[in-house]
């Protein structure tokens, strides 16, 4: 059993980073893991919020990330 209220490590520090989004599932949820410009680690779902496309077939922009649509 698996509890959703807490920590998971969801990669390696050399998985995450660059212009790549990471595409994980965790506790069955999915999730993208992003590195932004000053190099702090993100986690979010994984749901584009306007189609629910998934987010790691993204692209990282300066202002987060944009989906594939």
Known sequence: MLLRNAWYIGARAD???GEQLLGRRICNGPIVLLCD????????AA???HRAAPLHMGTVIEEGIQCGY
Do not use: I, P, Y
């Open 15 to 17: 998985e995450v980073g």
């Open 47 to 49: 749901r584009c919020c």
């Open 37 to 44: 410009g000053t190099g702090r680690v993100a986690a979010l």
